[in-house]
């Protein structure tokens, strides 16, 4: 009787508890159905398997793990290749290839967030994510232009005008966006629209961004981009196959499959990798020179004298390494000593941003991001590296190795009217004589 007493004394307590949520809840305008949607949000449909029949069927007598091996090593190969071929193309089909690229990894991550906001049938999350995408493409795109074809801005008139009202126009596509936005709210689910928002946002951030500073790092010489995206694909490639071969020592739980001789064998080997393919760029100016355009051809041109970066240079070895080695001097380039950073990052780092990539998917029960590519999964799945890697390289460039760019000086001088730009050459006169250096330079001439 006590027993039956003090049950129903705590099922009041806990419908009294209800009923106030309840009421707190309609008083916030805050539906309960609202406040639920997190737990009802549906699973990701998974990806099928795409991989060619003509493979399934060679391969159909070996187990999965080694199927798998081959079926990935085979599109490696054939990725590689490509990504060979579309360098020899030149900068321009670099440029396109990347923005390409950043529209498919956009695509591949919205699309995941789609599957669960179609399940409501709310309106314009597609329509506004890819109209965002516009938005911020035009804007930074269209400082880049303005940054490297000045020249050519300032030539034609309505690239000029523009280029003058470049921020204003890109700030009031946003906020017509946002407008949009606000517009398609609908009861009861604003807390999911505005989750989706945020994640078309943040969307925004890690996929455009990232790219938009690949395409400066190329500008500053394909050398840039080739090797830190090669760095990373070595990493990827040997860190596989070491952990393959020699893996027993799990490396994190977001990635199961990742072990720590896996992590440390790809380390060594994208040092190694790193040191010899810069070794080898470093002495051609079509890698080494920045990406220029060409006023009077209206096209790129890749050519310069090669900075003392990319010179050859003699270093003396410490008493350690020549105690090993037996050599007292070695000639390097020096860039090949900023490769070893570039090559640590992209082992050490890097690969730090292919668990956020497990941790994300792993939230959603999906196993890859799409199945673009036989054997990898979407280019999500190959690029989660390469835009953490984009934005280490344009901070160190900035930080370790950019100086001032006279050409881009000039550029902005001639732009100038003519009683500024004298005005300007005046008090630069007048500084060099302060210094010392006109009645040198007008001794010389003489």
């Known amino acids: 009787m006590t027993e039956t007493v003090s049950i129903d004394t705590s099922r009041q307590k806990k419908a009294l508890c209800t009923s106030d949520s309840e009421l707190k809840a309609e008083k916030d305008g805050v539906s309960d159905s609202e406040s639920k949607v997190d737990s009802r949000i549906p699973e ?108 050519l801005v300032q030539r034609e008139e309505p690239l000029r005008i523009l280029s003058k009202y470049h921020r204003f126009i890109s700030f009031a596509l946003y906020l017509t966006g946002f407008c949009m936005f606000v517009l398609s709210l609908v009861k009861k689910h604003y807390r999911l629209q505005f989750y989706m928002f945020g994640w078309t946002h943040v969307t925004l951030l890690i996929v455009v961004t990232q790219s938009h500073l690949i395409i400066h790092n190329l500008f500053e010489g394909m050398i840039w981009f080739i090797v830190p995206i090669s760095c990373v694909i070595c990493n990827d490639i040997m860190a596989y196959m070491f952990g393959f071969f020699f893996g027993r020592t799990p490396l994190i739980k977001l990635s199961p499959k990742k072990t720590w001789e896996g992590f440390i064998g790809g380390f060594f080997a994208t040092i190694v990798f790193g040191i010899v393919l810069s070794y080898f760029m470093s002495g051609y100016r079509y890698f080494v020179c920045p990406v220029e355009f060409n006023n009077d051809s209206n096209s790129f041109q890749v050519d310069c004298q090669p900075p003392e970066l990319f010179q050859l240079q003699e270093y003396t070895l410490p008493s350690v390494l020549e105690s090993v080695t037996g050599w007292t001097t070695v000639h390097l380039y020096p860039f090949q000593i900023h490769s070893v950073a570039l090559s640590s990052f992209a082992s050490i780092m890097g690969p730090f941003g292919g668990f956020f990539a497990s941790g994300f998917k792993r939230a959603f029960k999906i196993k890859d991001f799409a199945n673009t590519i036989p054997g990898h999964g979407g280019i999500m799945d190959r690029f989660d590296c390469q835009y953490l890697m984009a934005t280490f390289v344009n901070v160190y460039i900035a930080s370790f190795i950019r100086g001032p760019n006279p050409s881009k000086v000039i550029q902005q001088l001639l732009a100038l009217r003519p009683d500024q730009q004298l005005h300007i050459f005046n008090s630069l006169k007048a500084h060099l004589v302060e210094k010392g250096l006109l009645p040198a330079l007008e001794g010389a001439a003489a």
Not at 45 to 62: H, M, Y
């Open 44 to 151: 990701v449909p998974v990806s099928a398997d795409d991989t060619p029949e003509v493979l399934n069927k060679a391969l159909s007598g070996l187990s999965s793990r080694w199927k798998n091996w081959w079926v990935r090593g085979l599109f490696t190969l054939a990725m590689i290749t490509f990504f060979f071929f579309i360098i020899y193309l030149g900068p321009m089909v670099l440029m396109m290839i990347v923005l390409c690229v950043q529209i498919k990894c956009f695509h591949e991550i919205i699309m995941i967030g789609y599957s669960v906001y179609h399940s409501y049938d709310l309106p314009w999350f597609r329509t506004l994510s890819w109209y965002f995408l516009l938005c911020v493409n035009y804007f930074f795109y269209g400082e880049t232009v303005t940054d490297y074809f000045f020249t």
